[in-house]
């Protein structure tokens, strides 16, 4: 008993402040908040944005800040023991979805989560030829591995991922540092559960413990690996960390 | 905008309104209040005063979505305003807090199989202060409302039986605008717990 309780009762409160326009007024108003100012300064900051122009990405442009993001996470991770393909995967698509990113993506289920396989292959060419890492499978006694060894060029992702990324480092970095020391196997539920609820609520369904279990069962045959305890604990913990894909609880 | 439910503020069709300075007014405030709550109290020290916060993060939220109107999917949840606080505010205000100094704080959700370890949502700030007893101070709010029963049939069916918040509503025979009113009521005296301890 504690954190949890305290969470859900600060979360409520501030949907309680918030539940109209009144009843957020008179809260703000009585922490002493010049609300009418905000307003104004809100609807002026909304003009100087309906003046700039907007321009939609193309495929190739997607696929080039794809890659810079996908050299961010290999070079903080690639020195991490647990660190391989399958954990860069299941990061990109973990900063991509958290973050909000609008990029063109073909996520299929695979066993070991979602995956963006031909984007994953495309990626290791285009660090090589960008000379930004090698991207090489080494054999160990009994498994193999792959490995980003940094290339000479390593640095030159950096100035386009300020540019790219400036605004939205803070909540790319959260993301990368969270899961730093995460075995591959839990990262890889993560995602798949971060896909299962995305999927059961665009499918209009209401998120359930139970509705999110089946879902991570029937992804694969290979999730059975893990238990249903598992899924609920990690489930919970995405809900309460906001490494969720939804509006409030699940129930 | 719906009159149906005259105590929430909802926006369920029509979304390009959220443009006109009536519309976007009254959003302004539901997002600022509900991020201002959620960025703390006064026991947490920020970079910046948290109402330019709150305004940030409500502004934030606002430009996301004219942006990229497309990802606001109204067939999965036909509520603007739903989304604009807990798919965008509170996801802005998670990623704000966990990278401003509590990576350390951050474990796997099986670190400890006995709790939910929320290690890096924003009330983290609290584990920050270590003087603050969550338990303690659940324990607190509990003695302060004992005399008042509304309150404390409230705080025990949705924060120790852990009834959602419509099954909270149902079990006390309430409307949501009266169990708003005592959530209101119950975080005056969480706040006012919280200050006496540090």
């Known amino acids: ?251 | 905008m719906n009159s149906a439910a005259p105590h929430s503020f909802e926006i369920l069709s029509d979304y390009d309104c959220i443009s006109n300075p009536d519309v976007f007014s009254g959003l302004l405030k539901v997002l600022m209040a509900f991020a201002y709550r959620l960025i703390g109290d006064d026991t947490v020290r920020l970079e910046r005063a948290r109402h330019e916060l709150a305004y940030d993060f409500a502004m934030e939220a606002i430009k996301r979505h004219l942006e990229n109107p497309g990802k606001f999917n109204s067939e999965r949840n036909p509520d603007l305003v739903k989304y604009l606080k807990y798919y965008i505010v509170r996801q802005l205000i998670t990623n704000y807090k966990g990278s401003k100094g509590q990576r350390q704080e951050i474990a796997k959700p099986d670190f400890n199989p006995d709790e939910v370890n929320a290690v890096n949502s924003y009330l983290d700030r609290y584990d920050i202060h270590d003087s603050i007893d969550l338990k303690q101070t659940l324990e607190d709010i509990q003695s302060v409302i004992s005399d008042d029963p509304p309150l404390l049939e409230l705080f025990e069916f949705r924060y120790l039986k852990e009834y959602s918040r419509g099954e909270t509503i149902i079990q006390l025979g309430i409307t949501q605008g009266e169990y708003n009113n005592r959530i209101r009521r119950l975080d005056t005296v969480f706040k006012r717990v919280i200050k006496s301890q540090t």
């Open chain 1, 1 to 251: 008993m504690g954190k949890k309780e305290i969470n859900r009762l600060v979360l409520d409160a501030a949907e309680a402040y918030s539940e109209n326009p009144e009843t957020a007024e008179e809260f703000l108003i009585s922490e002493g908040i010049d609300i009418d100012g905000y307003v104004e300064r809100g609807l002026n900051d909304l003009k100087s944005m309906d003046s700039k122009p907007k321009r939609k990405l193309t495929k190739s442009q997607s696929f080039f800040r794809r890659v810079v993001l996908a050299a961010r996470i290999a070079d903080a991770h690639h020195d991490e023991r647990t660190f391989g393909i399958v954990k860069f995967q299941k990061l990109l698509f973990l900063c991509e979805h958290v973050c909000s990113m609008m990029f063109y993506t073909k996520y299929t289920k695979q066993a070991a989560g979602p995956m963006d396989n031909r984007f994953i292959h495309a990626v290791k060419t285009e660090f090589e030829r960008q000379g930004w890492f090698k991207v090489q499978k080494e054999n160990k006694q009994r498994s193999s591995k792959v490995v980003f060894i940094p290339l000479e060029g390593i640095n030159g992702y950096r100035p386009y991922y300020e540019r790219y990324y400036g605004d939205t480092d803070e909540a790319i970095s959260h993301v990368i540092e969270t899961f730093r020391q995460w075995r591959t196997e839990d990262i890889e539920l993560v995602a798949t559960i971060y896909s299962c609820v995305e999927e059961i609520q665009s499918e209009g369904e209401e998120v359930t413990e139970e509705s999110v279990v089946k879902r991570v069962y029937d992804w694969h045959k290979e999730k059975e690996k893990f238990n249903e305890d598992k899924i609920i604990r990690f489930l919970k913990w995405m809900s309460e960390t906001g490494i969720y894909p939804v509006p409030g609880y699940y129930k």
